[in-house]
């Protein structure tokens, strides 16, 4: 049903989600940032991996399992306000055969209130 939808796993346990925007780029909360949640370093050979096609996350033999190149955290995000929580997670390699969620270009969409 969400082809796009995304498991932010460590060691197979699963952490945050998050969601295929492009072939090779994940989006994801920056409160989910790897470095913060489980204390790595990317430049070390331990890293989290994003695991598509997963829908059940008890069935840990189905989805494709993909590395993480880097990170990159919106650079206003506030971790005590929590403001600008978003996180691109720039993926090894490109996840083909799924639909990717569609991001909104057009202002007037959601229309806000007052």
């Known amino acids: 049903r969400y082809p ?3 498991s932010v796993q460590y060691a197979g346990a699963h952490f945050c989600g998050g969601a295929l925007i492009a072939p090779d780029v994940m989006i994801t909360a920056g409160h989910c940032n790897g470095d ?3 204390g790595l370093n990317k430049s070390s050979d331990e890293y989290y991996d994003v695991v598509i096609g997963r829908h059940d996350l008890r069935r840990t033999r189905t989805g494709r399992t993909i590395g993480v190149e880097r990170e ?6 506030d971790p005590t306000l929590v403001d600008n929580d978003f996180n691109l997670v ?4 490109n996840v083909t055969g799924v639909q990717y ?5 057009d202002p007037e969409i ?3 209130g007052d």
């Open 4 to 6: 796009y939808a995304a």
């Open 36 to 38: 913060d949640i489980i």
């Open 72 to 77: 990159v955290r919106h650079p206003l995000y």
């Open 90 to 93: 720039l993926l090894s390699s």
């Open 110 to 112: 959601p229309t806000g």
């Open 101 to 105: 969620l569609r991001v909104n270009h």
